[in-house]
Protein backbone atom coordinates (compact mmCIF):
# COMPACT_ATOMS: atom_id res chain seq x y z
CA UNK A 1 0.00 0.00 0.00
CA UNK A 2 1.10 3.50 -0.82
CA UNK A 3 1.53 5.88 2.39
CA UNK A 4 1.34 9.33 1.90
CA UNK A 5 0.82 12.27 4.41
CA UNK A 6 -1.76 15.15 4.52
CA UNK A 7 -0.68 19.35 3.41
CA UNK A 8 -1.42 21.80 6.05
CA UNK A 9 -0.55 24.28 3.57
CA UNK A 10 -1.51 24.76 0.03
CA UNK A 11 0.68 27.52 -0.51
CA UNK A 12 3.01 28.02 -3.06
CA UNK A 13 6.13 28.31 -0.96
CA UNK A 14 4.79 25.13 1.05
CA UNK A 15 5.12 23.37 -2.42
CA UNK A 16 8.04 24.10 -3.03
CA UNK A 17 9.21 23.34 -0.14
CA UNK A 18 7.55 19.82 -0.41
CA UNK A 19 8.52 19.13 -3.45
CA UNK A 20 12.67 19.97 -2.53
CA UNK A 21 12.29 17.52 0.27
CA UNK A 22 11.33 14.62 -2.51
CA UNK A 23 7.68 14.85 -2.21
CA UNK A 24 5.27 14.65 -5.01
CA UNK A 25 1.95 16.46 -4.66
CA UNK A 26 -1.50 15.17 -4.91
CA UNK A 27 -5.02 16.00 -4.75
CA UNK A 28 -7.53 13.11 -4.11
CA UNK A 29 -11.10 13.39 -4.51
CA UNK A 30 -14.40 12.02 -5.31
CA UNK A 31 -18.09 11.68 -5.05
CA UNK A 32 -19.15 12.03 -1.52
CA UNK A 33 -15.54 12.48 -0.46
CA UNK A 34 -13.84 15.49 0.63
CA UNK A 35 -10.74 16.58 -1.29
CA UNK A 36 -7.31 16.05 0.47
CA UNK A 37 -4.15 17.39 -0.57
CA UNK A 38 -1.59 14.80 0.04
CA UNK A 39 1.68 14.23 -0.61
CA UNK A 40 3.55 11.29 -1.20
CA UNK A 41 7.50 10.33 -1.57
CA UNK A 42 8.06 10.93 -5.41
CA UNK A 43 10.35 7.64 -6.12
CA UNK A 44 8.21 5.41 -3.60
CA UNK A 45 5.07 6.56 -5.85
CA UNK A 46 6.59 6.11 -9.33
CA UNK A 47 8.35 2.57 -7.95
CA UNK A 48 4.52 1.59 -6.91
CA UNK A 49 2.60 2.50 -9.79
CA UNK A 50 5.14 0.97 -12.24
CA UNK A 51 4.72 -2.27 -10.18
CA UNK A 52 0.99 -1.80 -9.32
CA UNK A 53 -1.11 -4.55 -11.86
CA UNK A 54 -4.70 -3.56 -11.22
CA UNK A 55 -6.17 0.17 -12.50
CA UNK A 56 -7.37 0.57 -9.01
CA UNK A 57 -5.08 1.00 -6.15
CA UNK A 58 -5.03 1.37 -1.86
CA UNK A 59 -3.29 5.18 -0.78
CA UNK A 60 -3.07 5.49 2.92
CA UNK A 61 -3.27 9.37 3.87
CA UNK A 62 -2.99 10.41 7.42
CA UNK A 63 -5.15 7.80 9.15
CA UNK A 64 -7.31 7.09 6.33
CA UNK A 65 -6.98 4.38 3.57
CA UNK A 66 -9.06 5.14 0.30
CA UNK A 67 -9.53 2.65 -3.05
CA UNK A 68 -8.51 5.57 -5.82
CA UNK A 69 -7.44 5.75 -9.73
CA UNK A 70 -4.80 7.85 -11.44
CA UNK A 71 -7.19 10.30 -13.20
CA UNK A 72 -4.26 13.11 -14.52
CA UNK A 73 -0.64 14.37 -13.80
CA UNK A 74 1.57 17.21 -14.46
CA UNK A 75 4.78 16.87 -15.81
CA UNK A 76 7.77 19.80 -16.14
CA UNK A 77 8.23 20.68 -19.32
CA UNK A 78 12.03 20.31 -19.24
CA UNK A 79 12.55 18.04 -16.93
CA UNK A 80 9.67 16.08 -17.43
CA UNK A 81 9.86 15.11 -14.21
CA UNK A 82 5.91 14.23 -12.17
CA UNK A 83 4.94 17.73 -10.44
CA UNK A 84 1.28 16.67 -9.58
CA UNK A 85 -1.00 13.98 -9.89
CA UNK A 86 -4.57 14.02 -9.21
CA UNK A 87 -6.71 10.79 -8.16
CA UNK A 88 -10.22 10.08 -7.84
CA UNK A 89 -11.62 7.89 -5.32
CA UNK A 90 -13.11 4.80 -6.61
CA UNK A 91 -15.95 4.15 -4.42
CA UNK A 92 -17.94 0.77 -4.67
CA UNK A 93 -21.37 1.31 -6.20
CA UNK A 94 -20.91 5.55 -7.36
CA UNK A 95 -21.42 5.70 -11.20
CA UNK A 96 -18.51 8.02 -12.24
CA UNK A 97 -15.71 8.58 -14.75
CA UNK A 98 -12.61 7.35 -15.23
CA UNK A 99 -9.61 6.84 -17.44
CA UNK A 100 -8.36 3.76 -18.69
CA UNK A 101 -5.40 2.49 -20.38
CA UNK A 102 -5.36 0.92 -24.19
CA UNK A 103 -2.93 -1.81 -24.60
CA UNK A 104 -1.73 -3.48 -28.26
CA UNK A 105 -1.01 -6.74 -28.45
CA UNK A 106 0.10 -8.38 -31.48
CA UNK A 107 2.53 -6.95 -34.67
CA UNK A 108 0.36 -5.06 -36.97
CA UNK A 109 0.94 -6.45 -41.35
CA UNK A 110 1.46 -2.23 -42.02
CA UNK A 111 4.97 -2.40 -40.24
CA UNK A 112 6.37 -4.39 -42.81
CA UNK A 113 4.31 -2.38 -45.51
CA UNK A 114 6.54 0.53 -44.28
CA UNK A 115 3.67 1.86 -42.00
CA UNK A 116 4.21 2.85 -38.70
CA UNK A 117 1.70 2.18 -35.88
CA UNK A 118 0.00 5.16 -33.91
CA UNK A 119 -1.76 6.03 -30.65
CA UNK A 120 -4.41 8.53 -31.04
CA UNK A 121 -6.10 7.82 -27.37
CA UNK A 122 -3.96 6.45 -24.93
CA UNK A 123 -6.50 6.12 -22.46
CA UNK A 124 -10.55 6.00 -22.82
CA UNK A 125 -13.11 7.87 -20.67
CA UNK A 126 -15.67 5.32 -19.52
CA UNK A 127 -18.77 5.75 -17.29
CA UNK A 128 -18.64 2.95 -14.56
CA UNK A 129 -19.29 1.69 -11.17
CA UNK A 130 -15.72 1.01 -9.81
CA UNK A 131 -16.05 -3.00 -9.20
CA UNK A 132 -17.16 -3.03 -13.24
CA UNK A 133 -13.93 -1.15 -13.76
CA UNK A 134 -11.41 -2.79 -16.65
CA UNK A 135 -8.03 -2.69 -15.87
CA UNK A 136 -6.86 -2.18 -19.46
CA UNK A 137 -8.79 -2.45 -23.18
CA UNK A 138 -6.17 -4.60 -25.05
CA UNK A 139 -6.84 -4.65 -28.46
CA UNK A 140 -5.41 -6.88 -31.22
CA UNK A 141 -3.29 -4.77 -33.96
CA UNK A 142 -1.99 -7.70 -35.70
CA UNK A 143 -4.57 -7.19 -38.85
CA UNK A 144 -4.19 -3.52 -39.08
CA UNK A 145 -2.51 -2.45 -42.96
CA UNK A 146 -1.37 1.26 -43.54
CA UNK A 147 -4.50 3.04 -43.52
CA UNK A 148 -6.39 0.99 -41.06
CA UNK A 149 -7.29 1.76 -37.94
CA UNK A 150 -9.10 0.65 -35.05
CA UNK A 151 -12.05 3.31 -33.49
CA UNK A 152 -14.11 3.47 -30.62
CA UNK A 153 -17.14 1.65 -32.22
CA UNK A 154 -14.79 -1.65 -32.99
CA UNK A 155 -14.11 -2.22 -28.96
CA UNK A 156 -16.06 -3.93 -26.99
CA UNK A 157 -16.87 -2.46 -23.27
CA UNK A 158 -17.66 -5.65 -20.43
CA UNK A 159 -20.77 -5.23 -19.11
CA UNK A 160 -22.08 -2.12 -16.53
CA UNK A 161 -19.16 0.37 -18.49
CA UNK A 162 -19.96 3.13 -20.98
CA UNK A 163 -17.54 4.25 -23.56
CA UNK A 164 -18.18 8.42 -23.38
CA UNK A 165 -15.83 9.04 -26.30
CA UNK A 166 -17.38 9.71 -29.99
CA UNK A 167 -18.19 6.10 -31.43
CA UNK A 168 -16.27 7.96 -34.70
CA UNK A 169 -12.91 8.27 -32.76
CA UNK A 170 -9.77 6.09 -34.07
CA UNK A 171 -7.84 4.69 -30.85
CA UNK A 172 -4.79 2.94 -33.10
CA UNK A 173 -3.71 3.07 -36.57
CA UNK A 174 -1.29 2.04 -38.72
CA UNK A 175 -0.19 5.31 -40.94
CA UNK A 176 2.21 5.37 -43.90
CA UNK A 177 5.82 6.29 -42.76
CA UNK A 178 7.23 9.37 -44.10
Known sequence: MLEGIVRESIGKKAAKALRRDGYLLANIYGKG???INAAFKSNEFIKYIRRKEKLIFDVKV???????????YQR???TNEILHVDLRVA???????YLVPVKTV??????????????SK????????????????????????VGDSILIR????????????????SVVG????K
Open 91 to 97: SKGVLSK
Open 76 to 78: DPV
Open 33 to 35: VEN
Open 106 to 119: GTPIGLKNKGVLIF
Open 154 to 169: DIEAPEGVTLMDADRV
Open 62 to 72: GDITLPVVIQD
Open 122 to 145: KRLLVKAKAEDLPDAFTLDVSKLD
Open 174 to 177: VIKA
